[in-house]
């Protein structure tokens, strides 16, 4: 089990078979676990639309527990997390792809609740709260947003009760929040970054990418570059660094900045002028119509 320790679930193995698709708690709990013998198991939480980015999160989790282990995808569109004026109902939903690449890449059951389904009273009168780390960069952009990830991660957690969840690290700011709320409140789950994958020419996957025309699919290469030039100047320190990314984006065509920022990973606050060690340099901006992030963990010296 996780962390060596022993645990007070049920001890529970599942029967190999090919991915199932569920849609109510019921459903999932009777295809996730079968019978009584004690597996590792492991969960990937998407919001659907699912790329090569998520296939290597579900290839990890497969790793992580073997082949008599277990791994769950979720997929839900989760409406906590959009604020007035986001892509709640534009965002894709592509469930039959979405089954496919979780199949091919290892998943035992998918999970597809409905929003009746997760939030069977109505829109939760009682969340969780983000705190600090939930009010700065993606949070300052978008209030209440990591409040509403974190309250469906702790259900999705409640639901699938894993040994292990993956994220990918593109999300940094996500990552760590989850991290710290596993920490504060005690989950007994591992949570487990996995590093953003790119395309050839340095562009991170994201389901938002399929939003960009081929103009502004170049255009969004500042990003990256951005972030790579932050990342060459690491060793002469954070001004260097957030100098460097800074110029790279001078005059970005199709490019409206929201920040550009290097952060303490700890507690996700501006990292200082003097500071030395794993650092996130992340950015977020329009690119068109269409919100994008990315960042790149670095060591300041």
Do not use: C
């Amino acid at each position: 089990m996780a962390r060596g320790k022993q645990s007070n679930k049920p001890q529970r193995t599942p029967k190999v078979h090919r991915a199932v698709v569920t849609r109510t708690v019921d459903e999932f709990e009777a295809a996730f676990w079968p019978d009584e013998q004690p597996v590792d198991n492991a969960v990937v939480m998407t919001m659907g639309a699912l790329h090569e980015g998520h296939a290597a999160l579900i290839r990890a989790a497969r790793k992580q527990v073997g082949r008599e282990g277990r791994v769950a995808v979720t997929v839900f569109v989760n409406p906590l997390q959009f604020g007035a004026g986001e892509d709640l109902e534009r965002y894709p939903r592509t469930l039959d792809e979405d089954v496919r690449l979780a199949e091919e890449n290892g998943a035992d059951v998918v999970f597809a609740p409905s929003v009746d389904e997760v939030y069977p009273n109505g829109e939760p009168q009682v969340r969780l709260v983000a705190g600090p780390m939930g009010e700065r960069y993606e949070g300052a952009t978008r209030p209440g947003h990591f409040d509403g990830v974190l309250t469906v991660v702790a259900k999705l957690l409640h639901i699938t009760d894993p040994d292990f969840a993956f994220f990918g690290e593109k999300d940094a700011q996500q990552l760590a929040i989850i991290q710290r709320m596993v920490a504060d409140l005690d989950f007994d789950v591992e949570i487990v970054g996995v590093p953003t994958i790119r395309e050839e020419d340095g562009l991170a996957l994201s389901s938002r990418n399929r939003y960009l025309s081929e103009q502004e699919r170049a255009q969004a290469l500042a990003l990256s570059k951005a972030l790579f030039a932050g990342r060459d100047a690491a060793a002469q320190g954070p001004k260097a660094v957030r100098e460097a990314a800074s110029a790279a984006l001078d005059g970005a065509e199709g490019v409206t900045l929201d920040y550009l920022a290097l952060i303490d990973p700890h507690d996700f606050s501006e990292a200082a002028d003097d500071f030395q060690g794993e650092a996130v340099l992340a950015v977020a901006a329009k690119v068109g119509p269409t919100r994008l992030i990315d960042n790149v963990r670095i060591i300041v010296r």
